[in-house]
Each structure stands twice: as C-alpha cells, then as structure tokens.
C-alpha cells in the first residue's frame, strides 16, 4: 500500500469542480486541514473544503496573462487525513505523501490548513532528494525559535525551514509583523532577503519582480508559500492572524505570474480560517491565488 493510499482521503469537492484522470496529471493538490497551533482564530482545517467549494465559481482564467485552469494537468487528491492534537505525526503523513507524489514525476500544490504544514512538505521534498530555495508571500516572518514554548508552531515555520534546509536563498514578499527576534535572524542571515508592503510600494511592481528574481537565480528548485496574511484584511479577513495594512490581490498576483516557472517542485496556499471569512471572500481570493500558480506553473513547464 502507498502512503497516498494510506493517508490520503477523496474530497467530495474537487478543485475548480474538475474531474480528471490522474495518470494524465502531472501537478498533485493535496489538502492538509491542520490547525492544532492555531494561536488567534482557528477553523484552518476547514480551508481546503472551503476554498475547493469556492474554485468552481470564478471564472477559470488567468489574471496576468493568457491562460486558462482547464488546460493545467492537475488532480485533486484529496486530504491528508491529520492527527488532531499531533502534530509531528501529521506532519509526518504530509512529509511521506508529498515525496511519493514527487517521486512520481509530479509537482505538489498543497492546500492548508495552518502554516505549520510548509514543514511537512519541506521534509517530502528534502527526503525526495531536492534543496529548495524559498519564496514566501506572508505578513510574518514566522522565524521564532518556539511560539509559547512549542517549536512545531505556525509561528516557527520558517525556522523549522532554515533547519531542515539550511541557508537556502529565502525570499519575503509582504512581511510586516516580526518579534525582535526573528528581525534580527533575519538581519543575521545574508540568504534571507525581506521586502516590507513599504518597499514594494517605493520601488514598484517591476523592481520587486527583478530583485526576488535574482536572489532566486542561482536556484535550481524552489518552494512557494502563500500565507492568506499577506493581503491586507479588507481582502482576506478570514484569516488565522490579520495584519493590516498588507497587499492587494493587483499586487500579489501578477508577482506570483511573473516569478513562478518549471523550478517551482511544490507550493502551498495557507492559512484561510473561514470561521471568520465575511461573505466567503477570503476563499474566493485563496482559490483564485491557487488558481494562478497553477496556470503560471504548467504555462512554463509544459
């Protein structure tokens, strides 16, 4: 038996509402409903359910370019079936599916859940072989050592990743909100690049584009993690820690269009805790930032 088989549950809802064949499928998504750090709002484990049910009612084209959903070689697998309360365990079953799924030839575009499951899949890929470099789009830095004494925390994520990794080329777009701690690891680090909200606003879309490309130019595979955080409330208020005042969707996305390409092996999208998401807003936005990397992704890597 596969670990798939093992710890993998069918959704009843498929993204975009698609039904494919999954031997013709070269790109995975695979739900990890985890929230047992969730330290302000919880609900993370209703995110994959909520933003599926979202995916089939916008339109399935590309924002930044041509392109459309139904031409990208995707299969929903369905959902990690978490440990609840255990997380090293169901960060284990996450770690084990994901490097099966590479191991097929495929890429992994998880859906979660907490931020904690950016560690699951870090250790599929690195046991798969790969040392991704890392792009994040989130309004923390996540780079605290422990979160109120715990280490696997969706606080520490980014932490766990520089262990697991080591000094990888990392890329912040969006943060804002850090400890003095994690600035000054940050500050510390000569592979940790962070561009603030004020900075992509002084020095425009184009330039954050060609800095983030080369930091990342020398990468031969790269890891994209999107935490809903970093738009700005009035975009995504359903989210486990709002941080005002954050991205815009015209900004997030055309970013995610412009920079992913065939070296991106995994990506997730995190963190939607519908609980709290007013009029389901925050789940259409999730899918549809799901919806463009998967677009950007096969466009580059057919």
Not at 102 to 116: Q, S, W, Y
Not at 150 to 172: D, K, N, Y
């Amino acid at each position: 038996m596969s670990y798939r088989e093992a710890y993998v549950v069918p959704s009843p809802q498929k993204f975009g509402g698609l039904e494919r064949r999954r031997e013709k499928a070269h790109i995975s998504i695979l739900g990890v409903p985890l929230d047992s750090t969730a330290s302000y709002r919880p609900g993370q484990r209703f995110g994959p359910l909520y933003v599926r049910a979202a995916s089939p009612e916008i339109e399935s084209n590309a924002y930044s370019g041509e392109g459309f959903l139904e031409e990208v070689p995707f299969y929903d697998e369905g959902d990690v079936t978490v440990a609840h309360g255990d997380v090293p365990e169901s960060l284990e079953r996450t770690s084990r599916v994901v490097q099966e799924l590479l191991t097929e030839g495929r890429r992994v575009a998880l859906l979660g859940g907490e931020h904690t499951i950016t560690v699951g899949a870090l250790r599929g890929l690195k046991a798969f072989g790969a040392r991704p470099c890392l792009l994040v789009f989130d309004a923390h830095l996540d780079l605290r050592e422990d979160y109120l004494g715990v280490r696997l925390s969706h606080a520490s994520t980014f932490r766990r990743a520089l262990e697991i990794l080591g000094e990888v080329p990392t890329v912040f777009i969006g943060a804002r909100a850090f400890s003095r701690e994690e600035l000054a690891l940050a500050r510390s680090r000569s592979n940790i690049e962070v561009i603030t909200p004020r900075a992509l606003e002084a020095m425009g879309t184009a330039n954050v584009i060609s800095k983030a490309r080369r930091a990342l130019s020398d990468c031969k595979a790269i890891y994209l993690s999107v935490d809903l955080d970093v738009y700005d409330p009035s975009y995504a208020p359903g989210v486990g820690n709002p941080e005002p005042p954050g991205l815009s969707p015209r900004e997030v996305l055309p970013l995610i269009s412009a920079l992913v390409d065939d070296r991106f092996l995994a990506v997730d999208v995190v963190e939607l805790s519908p609980p709290y998401d007013a009029g389901g807003i925050t789940a259409v936005l999730a899918a549809k930032t799901l919806q463009e990397i998967l677009i950007s992704l096969a466009s580059r890597t057919r």
